[in-house]
């Protein structure tokens, strides 16, 4: 992946800043520090910075056609390029790269809007028509790339991060109340929101088109969900192998690189079939990599050891102590540029480092196999609650629940409060929003600690019933493991494991992160699988068991869902980071921001100190306010208009009129 940048001048009124597009750029060197680009011209600036991993001699950004009156950049990868090229030559057009973003350029002049239909990738771009003087841009089906835009005094300014903007002094810099809502509310902002006002990201499967006259914003693809009817009528067996074929091929194409692919093994299934995959179909010479945890209760190395030593991989593996998650949560949040209630994307933004120390640019992970398989604790539950709720009296309602937590139940006293908790809400149970409603009604209890001020600013607002808008017609006619499925998929996946989880802690780092999980055809083929085969009875993720079954050890197919967690309240309260803390949440700081009430703020962290173990709420709590005064310190009151050590373009393409 790479980083881009740019401006568009829509009525063509002032003229656009080759400094400041530079600036633009050099902020965004992290995603690509091997070479940079820009082209500017009176209407438009494109600035590109590139992480090579196709050509890399000769794939320098930005791009242009044959006669140079289309230009591109381009960030991601398209995995059919190959075959796309063939094609396109055998069309007519000429080429003087090998890369797949060239390929992309003669498929949009080729087909136009319709090229997004032909690819198969991770993606985000834009291009420029210097004939018609319009800009498009687009992002990938699941938003795996990210890309933000802003109209403001009269131009569009568009980049991969949010801070490249921010470049442009006459940008603003001024929080969304209402994405903090829903951040408090859903872990992330809903599709298109970003945390800062007037700030937009480019929904997944959405382009905008933009000239002097019209600015077009429109979906190309949504993510798939389907009436009952619909689903295929096929037997388990058959499925398997259809599925087995679809998942062989997503990670042979996401192989494809003029560099070394590695792949992350966190020893949890999803992770482990890839790498199996890998080590047994295409290359026998894999290198792996995974973290140790200094908590126990968040380790998973020993089936890391297993994996490695049972598929004979090269494994590396990054002890990380709480103490480093506190050490490196403000830079993570640096490169997030949004609050997060939780710890876990700082692991996974230190695993990216240490990949990247070890000469590696790509690796495959095991992202988006819960969401698009039905592997979460939350579809079960909702499965059980909805028993519950049609069987008030029956004897099996707690056993139930013991089956997918039999740690917890071996306490009594959290036993019954586990019991009274999933007893909330059973009344809603026909709800198309019934899984996710005890899940977010749970989290909104965070917003107890917003100011009076911040409280007046989100007025009568709700996230919830903004959710019901968005969801498809025939979305009650689905079963309730796909609704669970899409809710899971287009607000927490795209948004934050894809985000904050994601892109934006490998790229901090120069690694380009690939999921086969989440190619496009695997997602639409499972979308007709019944929920059936997806989770049978309690036994979730049984379709994609079926295919690992051959590859991967039993006791990692059979092994219970441990999803990926990392400490909060032992890490941001360790011992050396009580000075930072006291900082960030004492009382002037929470009154100068004003997003949360002081004295409740500074009860919440005393309340941490003396106690060692607490509720999700809380230390969702924590991360949520600390985040957001960092963010907050960041962006609004220290950021700089210069980008650190500048760094000259390697290329720069002027046809502009009058230079300045």
Known sequence: MCGLTGIFNINGSGKISLNTLSQMTTVLRHRGHDESGIYIDDHIGLGHARLSIIDLNSGAQPIHNEDKTLWIVFNGEVFNYQEL?????????????????????????????????????????????????QLFLARDRMGICPLHYTRQNGCLYFASEIKSLFMEKAVKREVNPIALDQIFTFWAPLPGITFFKHIHELEPGQFLQIDQDNMKLQKYWHFPIHPRAELIDHDPEELTEELTQLLSDAVRIRLIA????????????????????????FNHDVQSFGIRFEESDFDESVYQKQLS???????????????????HFSEMLWHSEKPVLRTAPVPLFLLSKYVSQNG???????EGADEIFGGY???????????????????????????????????????????????????KA???????????????????????????????????????????????????????????????????????????????????????????????????????????????????????KDILPKNIIERPKNPYRAPIQQSLLNKNNSEFIKTMLGEMEIQKTGYFNAAKVNSLVNKLYTQKHVNEVDGMALAGILSTQIIDSQYLNDFSLTPGASLEPDVVIDNRSVRS
């Open 85 to 133: 090229r063939k094609t396109l030559k055998d069309d007519g057009h000429q080429f003087y790269t090998t890369t797949d973003t060239e390929v992309v350029l003669h498929l949009y002049e080729r087909h136009g809007v319709n090229c997004l239909q032909l690819l198969n990738g991770q993606f985000a771009f834009a291009i420029w028509n210097s004939t018609k003087k």
């Open 258 to 281: 003029d560099v070394t692919v590695g792949s992350y093994l966190s020893g949890g299934l999803d992770s482990s079939g890839i790498t199996a995959m890998i080590a047994k179909q």
């Open 309 to 327: 030593s049972f598929l004979n991989v090269n494994h590396k593996e990054l002890s990380i102590a709480n103490s480093d998650i506190a050490t």
């Open 360 to 366: 590696l640019k790509v690796i495959l992970t095991g």
């Open 377 to 427: 604790n939350i579809f079960k539950e909702a499965l059980i609650r909805k028993f519950w709720a049609r069987n008030p009296q029956d004897p099996k309602r707690a056993d139930l629940i013991t089956r997918i937590y039999p740690n917890i139940f071996k306490n009594p006293l959290l036993k019954n409060s586990l019991i009274k908790f999933f007893s909330q809400g059973l009344n």
């Open 430 to 548: 026909d709800d198309p929003l019934f899984s996710h409603l005890i899940r977010w009604n749970n989290t909104k209890r965070i917003k107890t600690f917003f100011s009076d001020d911040m409280k007046n600013e989100i007025g009568d607002y709700d996230g919830i019933e903004e959710i019901r808008r968005l969801m498809p017609d025939h979305f009650d006619a689905s079963s309730s493991l796909a609704k669970a499925q899409y809710l899971e998929s287009i607000i927490f996946l795209s948004n934050y494991l894809l985000s904050s989880q994601g892109d934006r802690v490998a790229m901090a780092n120069g690694v380009e992160t690939r999921p086969p999980f989440l190619d496009h055809r695997v997602i639409e083929f499972m979308a007709r699988v019944p929920s059936v085969w997806k989770m049978l009875g309690l036994n979730e993720k049984y379709i994609l068991k079926k295919v690992f």
